[in-house]
């Protein structure tokens, strides 16, 4: 069954500190691995996409990286603002790279504090 | 640019009554998507249509889920009738092309509550 689990479940750290998001996946065959940010009442917004081939990938503060061996992922949040709380959601697309074959994560739930 | 909408943002019904979520996608975008998160678990893959079509409903839980776009913009997901499983949060996703590659805008969902 394919899985995707992310760790930890929730995480608090103080504003201007980095912290690092973990992704384990199941799924196989792959296509693509995407890192989500949903705010609160709001829908989940992609932040990377990583292909097999591509190691990490950075946007802004946000940095991931990719395992393909080990079928994990990280998500490095550096300097982290108070406008990064949020649910950080691993995604994980199969072969077919078509929606029925997305793979979520139940996702990190991250509280920045002063 | 106006993002992807959903109407309600909440709804709260009683068992075995009928709702009907709406979702509209960014202008232009041919696939939309319609998701679900249960309390505690994973968004999960509900259908996929392309314009009109639906190009995937293998998510659909039952048949007591109805989706359609008429006319290839808006979209409404129906729930009739509704039981307490269904509660949860649904979402709306549209993208410009229909491989996973091609970024899905998701919009902010509607919860529903059955009680």
């Known amino acids: 069954k394919n899985q995707v689990e992310q760790s930890p479940q929730s995480l608090i750290i103080l504003e201007g500190k980095n912290c690092t998001l973990q992704c384990n996946y199941t799924v196989s065959p792959f296509s693509n691995l995407r890192w989500y940010k949903q705010d609160t009442g709001r829908g989940p917004v992609s932040l990377t996409i990583?292909?097999?081939?591509?190691n990490t990938k950075s946007n802004g503060r946000y940095t991931a990286t990719l395992d393909a061996d080990t079928k994990q992922s990280s998500l490095h949040i550096t300097a982290s603002q108070l406008s990064d709380s949020a649910s950080y959601i691993c995604?994980?697309?199969?072969?077919?790279?078509?929606?029925?074959?997305?793979?979520f994560g139940t996702g990190t739930r991250l509280q920045v504090t002063l | 640019e106006a993002g992807v909408t959903q109407f309600p943002s909440h709804s709260v019904i009683e068992k075995g009554q009928t709702v009907t979520l709406r979702c509209d996608p960014i202008?232009?975008?041919?696939?939309l998507y319609w998701y679900r998160r249960v309390m505690g678990k994973e968004i999960k893959f509900l259908l996929h249509f392309v314009k009109e079509s639906k190009q995937d409903e293998s998510g659909m839980p039952n048949n007591r889920f109805l989706a359609e776009r008429t006319g290839g913009t808006y979209s409404t997901l129906k729930v009739q009738p509704a039981e307490l499983e269904d509660s949860g949060v649904y979402f709306c996703?549209?993208?410009?092309?229909?491989?996973?590659?091609?970024?899905?805008?998701f919009g902010p969902g509607t919860r529903l509550t059955v009680t």
């Open positions: 995604v994980v697309s199969g072969n077919t790279g078509t929606a029925s074959k997305l793979t």
């Open positions: 202008s232009g975008h041919d696939n």
């Open positions: 990583m292909t097999f081939s591509e």
């Open positions: 996703a549209s993208s410009p092309g229909a491989g996973t590659v091609f970024g899905q805008y």
